[in-house]
């Protein structure tokens, strides 16, 4: 069996694709052929409850936007955040830890020691500063984010390469006269994956998760624009009156989260040539 | 032949390993002096911790870099004591290999036998990818795996103990060594499988003309195989003899108590 025909023997992975490929599609379909968009306030149709009669599926929320098509432009950023600030960190934090590990002595610590100085500076400030410097853009949110991120990921994976390199498989590469480039590519990065993988699906959800907690501090996505988080937050606040301004986004922000967990699942499964159904 | 097997490929001089250890330095091999000849067999025994796989370390150049190495290790002529990792690259794997003993992990779980094989002569012979595939899948052939083009498309792990041994075997002939340091090759193996094993080693290196330096405790391989045998003990090479002598008039008392502790199926209890 390959390894992509193991992926879809797993029924989970298989939904959770789906599904997250459903709304990935119709968060950009949709919009597209909604007479409505995400900007233009309708103050006639102030706070509208969710109906199946009217025009508005979801409702609108307290400026008259329409909530559906809020939410999916909602998710076509959470989901770009998400994933690209995960690629990001996972080649980055890979290759860092992977180098490091490998080569071991004085490069190993000197790259380490980045890797701390890097976790000691407080976030937050670091974000604020970068926003006061360059202005309020979306792409500051992914350097950010991908700065941070791949931390974790480069520590985890040098301490798993300091084990592997005591493996005698990797004894024997170096018997056959294999170097140092081409042995972190063909015999210690394949077998990261599993790790890698599973880690990876761990930063998706709480990179859109820490997205969403930086919108709420106003530092994310711009209004009128919304992120999945920034919705909850505007939510929030409205949710004794307009309990459906929160429930909407926070179901698709848990939907997601949960959907990459199941993936991750799946992939793990696939990868590992050991555990085969 | 005696013409061939007089040239000395291997010259160990006076091979001294020490680990550092937190309380006390460690000795894994004293002032140990050895030769192999080309095409020779030399069997190396002894118990565990005398400093047989040390020795096959040292020759590689795999001792960590904590361990301090005295002496001197030749081959055909050239120190590889103190030598750089880049040159020695291009002694491992084309001039001197190794077969390790777990062939279970000396084989990447996540590698393909027939790219495994094939790094080899991609790595020093340069050869294109398929020209390195098709060598890959004659040394499979060579070592007489069966189905070899199902089997090297599988992992590691979908091959049984046997033919794992076989890959690594091939993995060890592929870039044509002169030397094959072989570090218990059998011992992972069951009975049967390790006769089949055995005879291979036999086969290969008729068949290559390489010297095989056979490290075992197992003193019915090196009856089977060796040309000559070392006999080791606590980092000290305490005899060395062509084989049937050994056997049949051990000198030192160490090797005589290890032959009689070898049990027979014709003694008493």
Not at chain 1, 14 to 20: D, M, T
Not at chain 2, 112 to 120: A, C, G, H, P, Y
Not at chain 2, 210 to 239: F, I, K, N, Y
Request: glycine content about 8%; charged content about 15%.
């Amino acid at each position: 069996m390959g390894r992509w025909q193991r992926v879809r023997s797993h029924r989970g992975a298989v939904l959770a694709g789906g599904v997250l490929l459903l709304l990935a599609l119709s968060s950009v379909i949709v919009p597209a052929l909604s007479p409505y968009d995400y900007y233009t306030p309708q103050l006639q149709f102030i706070s509208l409850p969710p109906t199946l009669h009217g025009a508005h599926l979801l409702g609108t929320d307290p400026l008259g936007r329409d909530l559906l098509i809020r939410v999916l432009w909602g998710i076509r950023i959470s989901l770009l955040i998400g994933l690209a600030a995960s690629c990001i960190s996972v080649v980055v934090g890979v290759l860092w830890g992977a180098i490091a590990g490998y080569a071991g002595g004085a490069i190993d610590a000197l790259m380490m020691r980045a890797v701390d100085v890097l976790y000691s500076v407080p976030f937050v400030p670091f974000v604020i500063v970068l926003t006061v410097l360059f202005g309020h853009q979306l792409w500051l949110m992914f350097v950010a984010i991908g700065a941070v991120s791949w931390l974790d990921i480069a520590r985890i994976v040098r301490g798993e390469t300091l084990s592997l390199k005591r493996r005698e498989f990797i004894e024997a590469a170096r018997v056959s006269g294999v170097r140092a480039a081409r042995m972190i590519r063909t015999h210690i990065v394949p077998n990261l994956l599993g790790v890698v993988i599973i880690y990876a699906t761990l930063t998706v959800p709480s990179v859109i998760l820490f997205e969403a907690f930086m919108s709420f501090l106003g530092l994310g996505v711009r209004a009128p624009l919304a992120s999945l988080g920034s919705l909850i937050a505007d939510g929030a606040s409205d949710m004794q009156a307009h309990p459906h301004l929160l429930l909407v986004p926070a179901v698709v922000l848990a939907t997601i989260v949960y959907c990459f967990n199941f993936i991750g699942d799946g992939l793990r499964d696939a990868l590992d040539p050991h555990e085969r159904p | 032949m005696s013409q061939i097997m007089s040239q000395t490929l291997l010259q160990i001089r006076d091979l001294s390993i020490v680990y550092p250890g937190a309380r006390a330095n460690v000795a894994a091999l004293c002032d140990l002096s050895l030769e192999v000849a080309a095409g020779e067999c030399l069997g190396l025994v002894g118990e565990s911790g005398s400093g047989k796989t040390a020795l096959l370390l040292a020759i590689l150049g795999l001792l960590p870099r904590s361990a301090q190495v005295r002496g001197s290790i030749c081959y055909r002529g050239r120190e590889l004591l103190g030598l750089e990792a880049r040159q020695f690259n291009d002694i491992r794997g084309t001039r001197i290999a190794m077969v390790f003993q777990d062939s279970m992990s000396a084989l990447n779980p996540y590698m393909r036998v027939i790219d495994q094989l094939s790094e080899v002569p991609r790595v020093h012979g340069g050869l294109s990818r398929r020209a390195a595939e098709q060598r890959a899948l004659d040394m499979i052939e060579a070592v007489h795996i069966g189905e070899p083009r199902r089997r090297a498309r599988q992992y590691p792990h979908e091959l049984s103990g046997g033919m794992r041994q076989r890959v690594m075997i091939a993995m060890a002939l592929i870039g044509e060594p002169d030397v094959v340091l072989a570090d218990e090759p059998t011992t992972a193996l069951d009975v049967t499988v390790q006769a089949q094993i055995l005879s291979l080693l036999q086969e290969m290196r008729g068949r290559t003309g390489a010297a095989l330096v056979l490290v075992t405790h197992d003193l019915g391989v090196v009856a089977q195989l060796a040309d000559r045998v070392g006999v080791m003990r606590a980092g000290q090479l305490l005899e060395q003899a062509r084989c049937a002598q050994l056997f049949s008039h051990p000198q030192h008392p160490y090797t005589q108590a290890l032959l009689r502790a070898v049990p027979r199926m014709d003694a008493y209890p």
